[in-house]
Each structure stands twice: as C-alpha cells, then as structure tokens.
C-alpha cells in the first residue's frame, strides 16, 4: 500500500474515532470499546485503531489525549466552541462561530441555560446519532450581549413583569416592587437584569428608565433607541466637559493654519439640517485650473483623546437618524455650534485642497488644517435651482463645479463603480409626529456634486497614505473596506433578475459593474425598481472599517476611507488623528489597537441602520393604522415559509401576507426561485409580483402590518 494511500485511510480512521467520542459524551474509552462502538472485530484494525489513539495523544496538536492507562478522550479543543447565540422563534437557538467555515450548532431550548439571543457562550458539542447536524449544550455564558430590554410593564399588586419588545427574548424579567421606579402598569420602560437565580425561569431586574405610555411618539422613539443600546442622553460630565469649551479662536491658532477666510466658500445641506461638517471653496487660478478645497469640520481640535467627550463619542460610534428625530454623536454644543460650519462665522477646518484642470483631473493636493469663513448656506433645493436655471448667488462657480463632478462621476462609472439608486421613503408628520403622508425623496445633481467632492476626498486621503511604505514599512490607516460580492449570492441574484428580462454578466468583476449598471438603469421608475435595487444590494458584501483592506469594489476606488464626517461617524474622527499624526512626521501606530475599534465602528453603524429601519417600520404600521380595509396595488418584496412580504406601490409600506390567510389552496415556500406555490393548483406567487392586498390589521407594538391576498 503506498504511504498516500495508508495516511489517507488514518485520516478517515481518526475521524470515524472522533465520532465515537462524540458521541459517547467524550467518556473516556480503551482501544476494544472503540472498536466495538464501530463494529470492528478483525486484530489488524483493531491494532491500528490503537496506534492511532497512541500517536494522536502523544502530538500537542493530536485529536485525542490519554487521561488514564489505555483509556483516551478527545483534546478539550475538539468538544468545546465558542460562538454566539442566534435564538430562534421556538426558543433553541444556533450557535455561530468566527470559523466561516465551521456549521453553525444547534443548541435545544433546555440546553440553552439561560443564555439569550447575541451572548458569546461556550458550548459543549456533540454529534446527533441520525444525520450530521451538530448539536450541543451550552456550559458557560462569557459575556452577555445586551442586559437592558425594552418592553410594557405588566403590574400586579404582588408583583410585576417586563415584556419584552424584542421578539428574540424569549423570556419575562421578573421586577421587585420595590424596583419599579415609578412606573404604572401598561407603561413602556427600560429594565436592567440584575440577577438571575440558579433554576429560575425568568431573570430579575429594576427599572432604569420610564419611557411614557405606548403609541406616543417620543415613547417608541426612545423605546427603539434603548432597544438597540443606544443612550437616550449625554452624562452630565460629558454636557460638562463640552461647555467648558472655549468658542473663540486664538490668534496664535489661526497662525497654525493655512486661511481660507477670503477664499469663496459655501454649504450644500439639507433643509433642517443643523451640523454642517463640510463646506466647498472655489476659486479659478490664473492658468485657468480651479483650486478646489474640501473642508471639514475640524472635530479633533475640540475632542482630545480619551477625554470624557471622546470615549462618548467613541462608545456611540455614530449619529443615529430615526424618522422624526437625530441623536448626535456629540452633544450639541459642538455638533450644531463650535463644530458647525455656520454661515458668516470663522471655522477651525481639516481640508483637503485640490487643483484640478477642466477635465477634472488633479493637478496638485494638500492636506492640512485651516481657517474658513461660509460665506452661504444654501439648501439642497435652493442649490438645484441655481443649477436649473444657471442664475443666482455663485451661479458660475456652482455650474463650474456641477460640470466637474459629472466628469468625475462619469469616470467612476467607467472605472467600474456601481451605481444604486434606491428609492428613499420620508414621511410628512404633524405636530406630534403622527404621519399624515408619505413621499419619495428625489437625488438631483445638487446632492451628488456634494457627494463627488466628497468621495474625491475620501479616496485622495486614503492614497496619501495608502501608497506610503510596502510591506512592514506600511502606514496602518482606517479604511473604509468593501469586498466583491459573493459568487453564488450574485448567481442566485442574476436568475432572478433574468425572469424580469434584465442580463447581469457575472464573468468579471468589470462586466459585473457594467451590467449592473444598466440593470439599474433600465429599472428606474419600473415598479420592480425597489425589490431588484433590495435583491442586488443583499447580493453585495457589506463595507466595514478596518485597517487591513483598503479597496472600495461598489466605488471602483483602489484606495478609500472617511474623513468628510467626524461630527456624525467616530471612524472619521480617527482617520483625521492619524492623517495629522502622519503629516507631522510621526512614527506607526499599534495596528491591532485601531483594528478592534475599528470593529466596534463597524458594529455601531449596523446598529444605527437597524434602529433606523426600525423607526420607518414603526412609522409604516402607524400611517396604515387609519387604513384598514383600503386595498392597494403591491409588488411581493419577499418571500418566507410562513408569508409572503408585499411593498405597497403607492406609499412603499410593507406587510405581510400570511399562508395561512390564503384559503384556495396549501401553499408552501420553494426557496430556490423565491415563490410560494400552491400544492394541488400549483398557482404560483413570486418575488416581483403584482399582487392587489387589503389593508388586514396593525400591530403597533410589533411594528407588524397583516395584509389579506385580494383574489
């Protein structure tokens, strides 16, 4: 036998032997247990299953370890995982390791041992006898994911339960009443765990902080912030440490910095916007290039490290911007004066400066700090206006510019970047923040020649330092990182997009781009825009800050970071420290330290989007609330064993239609070409549909929308 051929048959051998201790719950076994557990009789295999047991046990890195004369178990490392729980709806839960390529582990309900959805656990793991499945139990919680709940207090006069809002908190915290609080039975209010008895069912808490009565807007808007662990205030030292700030600007301070006061510059921002971190300036040189210059709110002037306002706005990692409301990342001394760059007032400025000739290629860059003067603020619509009618204030400088960031969007494109366009919900509310309508928001070239200039920064930063040093000798820099999407998911995309007549090329990642492109294109104004611009966007991979990828795949860009935003993302506030650490000489920083941070940046930002997609749901349920019994036109926006979800064309609110609701036949999900199809008159509903729905019922508290299928 060839010794290819024997390692091969040991290495099947030591797996088969691994099963066994699996699942005999690791006991410790000799050589003839093992044997017979696997039906082997014969002295030769016997004789090699006991080499393999002794060798294994013998290599630090072996399978299995010898815990007594003869007997063997496997190494610790083997029947032991850590990973985080991700409950289901019945109360067993998976276990999902770092290993992308480790399964995830089923955990049963009674196995659990009070661990609750997102903690970080160890898990003993076991192979069930039928099938492949992993499973175990968990034997130690290493760190809960989240201690506070949101939810209605549910008050008798011996006791008081929390129930909670999170659908994957399976369980009713039990609350003293002596630790109420305050609060009134059906109150909406916040609970801290504080204790969990050994065999108890249900965790003990205390109240932390009375929202209000349910359905009032403030109360489900801090209700949603508190559910997704964001605070609902700023710690008095933090207000503190901002007030004690010093607003006027020294002359030995502005000698620091290179001064832009007399240079034209102006703001592009929304309406109601009130922290402006970005301002424009423009001037035409005398060989007929244009400077222009990108500056930005110089936040880490008035934030110093590891300062009380610093680890906040760390904590944080974000601004969070709900329907009716923004929760600043800094409070608003800095974000809405000292850092804003107001209209006639001197800034403090990080810029980036540019030279650029008529075909919008830079000439020339500078990076540094600077002192401006805005000499507009003008809004996004008074901007377009200009634009439209080419008259106004600095009707030739913004035309000038709309000219260039068409040259440099054009050339993203060609360049291969992807262009999404979706469509942007906003609802009209009245004084109470009730919705009374529901438009789309509409990006015209006003927003985009911000949005140019503000990539262009963002990418020229990250080359500076990007292309400085090559292997040890790299700057480690905090990049704004996205990866090409994955194969199968873009596979499964460009069938689907198929059945509406649109080709995606999935042969390189170029013809990707391109057909993408033309994909979203075509689809603008079609009422399948929404579900395909959803379905593509999924088919991506997430972007993510880190120090170790610098590319952008979406943008097309080599190199890419955030710098444009520091009073409303921390990963801003982190790369202007290391820009300026840079440019003043210093040496590398600890890679693995802003690595972590980059990491809790990145969770922070899923966390804002998901409190914000939350908001709309809850602001979507409210508006229908008033429309039961109204049928819609909708487009089936997605599809899942128990219903299907369903967009209404006219508003875009979603809901659900229930199988159980559609009475003419057994439907059940076939996941592969995302439909729900009927068993006996296989009638089939797919993903993209027009489908006419009736308004059903409204869950205010579940943020739930039930339509019924209109035959």
């Given at each position: 036998?060839?010794?290819?051929?024997?390692?091969?048959?040991?290495?099947?051998?030591?797996?088969?032997?691994?099963?066994?201790?699996?699942?005999?719950?690791?006991?410790?076994?000799?050589?003839?247990?093992?044997?017979?557990?696997?039906?082997?009789?014969?002295?030769?295999?016997?004789?090699?299953?006991?080499?393999?047991?002794?060798?294994?046990?013998?290599?630090?890195?072996?399978?299995?370890?010898?815990?007594?004369?003869?007997?063997?178990?496997?190494?610790?490392?083997?029947?032991?995982?850590?990973?985080?729980?991700?409950?289901?709806?019945?109360?067993?839960?998976?276990?999902?390791?770092?290993?992308?390529?480790?399964?995830?582990?089923?955990?049963?309900?009674?196995?659990?041992?009070?661990?609750?959805?997102?903690?970080?656990?160890?898990?003993?793991?076991?192979?069930?006898?039928?099938?492949?499945?992993?499973?175990?139990?968990?034997?130690?919680?290493?760190?809960?994911?989240?201690?506070?709940?949101?939810?209605?207090?549910?008050?008798?006069?011996?006791?008081?339960?929390?129930?909670?809002?999170?659908?994957?908190?399976?369980?009713?915290?039990?609350?003293?009443?002596?630790?109420?609080?305050?609060?009134?039975?059906?109150?909406?209010?916040?609970?801290?765990?504080?204790?969990?008895?050994?065999?108890?069912?249900?965790?003990?808490?205390?109240?932390?902080?009375?929202?209000?009565?349910?359905?009032?807007?403030?109360?489900?808007?801090?209700?949603?912030?508190?559910?997704?662990?964001?605070?609902?205030?700023?710690?008095?030292?933090?207000?503190?440490?901002?007030?004690?700030?010093?607003e006027s600007i020294s002359e030995a301070e502005?000698?620091?910095?290179?001064?832009?006061?007399?240079?034209?510059?102006?703001?592009?921002?929304?309406?109601?916007?009130?922290?402006?971190?970005?301002?424009?300036?423009?001037?035409?040189?005398?060989?007929?290039?244009?400077?222009?210059?990108?500056?930005?709110?110089?936040?880490?002037?008035?934030?110093?490290?590891?300062?009380?306002?610093?680890?906040?706005?760390?904590?944080?990692?974000?601004?969070?911007?709900?329907?009716?409301?923004?929760?600043?990342?800094?409070?608003?001394?800095?974000?809405?004066?000292?850092?804003?760059?107001?209209?006639?007032?001197?800034?403090?400025?990080?810029?980036?400066?540019?030279?650029?000739?008529?075909?919008?290629?830079?000439?020339?860059?500078?990076?540094?700090?600077?002192?401006?003067?805005?000499?507009?603020?003008?809004?996004?619509?008074?901007?377009?206006?200009?634009?439209?009618?080419?008259?106004?204030?600095?009707?030739?400088?913004?035309?000038?510019?709309?000219?260039?960031?068409?040259?440099?969007?054009?050339?993203?494109?060609?360049?291969?970047?992807?262009?999404?366009?979706?469509?942007?919900?906003?609802?009209?509310?009245?004084?109470?923040?009730?919705?009374?309508?529901?438009?789309?928001?509409?990006?015209?070239?006003?927003?985009?020649?911000?949005?140019d200039f503000m990539l262009l920064a963002n990418?020229?930063?990250?080359?500076?330092?990007?292309?400085?040093?090559?292997?040890?000798?790299?700057?480690?820099?905090?990049?704004?990182?996205?990866?090409?999407?994955?194969?199968?998911?873009?596979?499964?995309?460009?069938?689907?997009?198929?059945?509406?007549?649109?080709?995606?090329?999935?042969?390189?990642?170029?013809?990707?781009?391109?057909?993408?492109?033309?994909?979203?294109?075509?689809?603008?104004?079609?009422?399948?825009?929404?579900?395909?611009?959803?379905?593509?966007?999924?088919?991506?991979?997430?972007?993510?800050?880190?120090?170790?990828?610098?590319?952008?795949?979406?943008?097309?860009?080599?190199?890419?970071?955030?710098?444009?935003?520091?009073?409303?993302?921390?990963?801003?506030?982190?790369?202007?420290?290391?820009?300026?650490?840079?440019?003043?000489?210093?040496?590398?920083?600890?890679?693995?330290?802003?690595?972590?941070?980059?990491?809790?940046?990145?969770?922070?930002?899923?966390?804002?989007?998901?409190?914000?997609?939350?908001?709309?749901?809850?602001?979507?349920?409210?508006?229908?609330?008033?429309?039961?019994?109204?049928?819609?036109?909708?487009?089936?926006?997605?599809?899942?064993?128990?219903?299907?979800?369903?967009?209404?064309?006219?508003?875009?609110?979603?809901?659900?239609?229930?199988?159980?609701?559609?009475?003419?036949?057994?439907?059940?999900?076939?996941?592969?070409?995302?439909?729900?199809?009927?068993?006996?008159?296989?009638?089939?509903?797919?993903?993209?549909?027009?489908?006419?729905?009736?308004?059903?019922?409204?869950?205010?508290?579940?943020?739930?929308?039930?339509?019924?299928?209109?035959?």
């Amino acid at each position: 036998m060839s010794t290819k051929k024997a390692t091969a048959i040991k290495q099947v051998l030591s797996q088969l032997i691994a099963d066994v201790f699996e699942r005999s719950g690791n006991k410790a076994l000799n050589y003839k247990q093992v044997s017979a557990k696997l039906n082997i009789a014969d002295p030769t295999s016997k004789s090699t299953i006991l080499s393999i047991l002794q060798e294994e046990s013998k290599s630090k890195s072996g399978l299995f370890k010898e815990v007594e004369a003869g007997k063997f178990t496997l190494r610790e490392l083997h029947t032991f995982v850590v990973g985080k729980v991700d409950m289901t709806a019945d109360g067993s839960a998976y276990i999902v390791t770092e290993d992308e390529f480790e399964d995830d582990i089923f955990v049963a309900p009674r196995k659990l041992r009070n661990a609750l959805h997102g903690d970080t656990v160890k898990v003993y793991v076991y192979e069930k006898s039928r099938g492949r499945k992993k499973e175990g139990e968990v034997v130690e919680i290493i760190q809960r994911f989240r201690s506070d709940f949101t939810g209605i207090l549910s008050l008798s006069k011996r006791f008081a339960f929390l129930i909670a809002d999170d659908r994957k908190m399976l369980h009713d915290i039990y609350i003293p009443l002596e630790d109420l609080n305050g609060a009134k039975d059906q109150d909406k209010v916040v609970v801290t765990i504080t204790d969990w008895p050994t065999g108890s069912k249900n965790p003990v808490g205390r109240i932390k902080h009375v929202l209000g009565k349910q359905g009032e807007n403030n109360t489900e808007m801090n209700a949603i912030l508190a559910d997704f662990g964001f605070p609902l205030a700023f710690p008095a030292v933090v207000e503190q440490e901002a007030d004690r700030i010093v607003e006027s600007i020294s002359e030995a301070e502005i000698s620091k910095r290179k001064d832009f006061r007399d240079i034209l510059t102006f703001t592009i921002d929304p309406a109601d916007a009130k922290d402006f971190d970005d301002a424009l300036s423009f001037r035409t040189m005398a060989d007929g290039n244009y400077e222009v210059g990108i500056h930005i709110a110089d936040v880490t002037h008035y934030v110093q490290p590891d300062s009380a306002l610093d680890k906040e706005a760390f904590e944080r990692g974000t601004s969070v911007y709900l329907v009716d409301r923004v929760i600043p990342m800094l409070p608003e001394r800095l974000s809405n004066n000292l850092c804003s760059l107001r209209p006639n007032e001197d800034k403090l400025c990080f810029s980036a400066v540019f030279i650029i000739d008529t075909q919008a290629q830079v000439k020339e860059q500078w990076f540094g700090k600077t002192i401006i003067h805005s000499d507009r603020r003008f809004t996004y619509e008074e901007a377009q206006e200009i634009l439209e009618n080419k008259e106004g204030p600095f009707s030739e400088e913004l035309l000038t510019l709309n000219k260039l960031a068409h040259i440099l969007r054009d050339r993203k494109f060609k360049q291969g970047a992807i262009n999404f366009e979706s469509t942007e919900v906003k609802f009209k509310l009245d004084e109470n923040g009730k919705p009374i309508g529901v438009y789309t928001k509409e990006r015209k070239d006003a927003h985009k020649l911000i949005e140019d200039f503000m990539l262009l920064a963002n990418r020229k930063v990250a080359e500076f330092i990007g292309k400085q040093g090559k292997g040890k000798n790299k700057l480690p820099f905090v990049y704004r990182s996205h990866d090409a999407p994955n194969e199968e998911s873009l596979a499964s995309f460009a069938q689907f997009a198929a059945r509406f007549g649109y080709r995606v090329n999935t042969k390189t990642e170029k013809e990707i781009a391109k057909s993408l492109n033309a994909l979203m294109h075509d689809v603008e104004g079609t009422k399948e825009q929404n579900v395909l611009t959803t379905l593509a966007i999924r088919s991506m991979a997430k972007a993510i800050y880190t120090t170790k990828k610098h590319s952008h795949y979406g943008l097309a860009f080599d190199y890419y970071t955030h710098f444009t935003s520091p009073i409303r993302r921390y990963p801003d506030v982190m790369v202007h420290r290391l820009l300026e650490h840079y440019l003043a000489g210093g040496k590398s920083i600890n890679e693995e330290m802003y690595e972590k941070m980059c990491v809790h940046a990145s969770q922070m930002e899923k966390k804002a989007a998901d409190a914000e997609r939350t908001s709309v749901k809850y602001k979507q349920a409210e508006f229908l609330q008033n429309q039961i019994g109204t049928v819609y036109s909708g487009i089936i926006s997605g599809v899942t064993e128990w219903g299907m979800y369903v967009e209404i064309e006219e508003n875009k609110c979603e809901g659900m239609v229930r199988l159980r609701d559609i009475t003419d036949d057994f439907y059940s999900l076939d996941e592969k070409n995302y439909a729900i199809i009927g068993q006996r008159k296989k009638k089939r509903y797919q993903l993209g549909d027009e489908v006419q729905i009736k308004v059903k019922t409204v869950n205010l508290a579940k943020r739930q929308i039930d339509f019924t299928l209109m035959s």
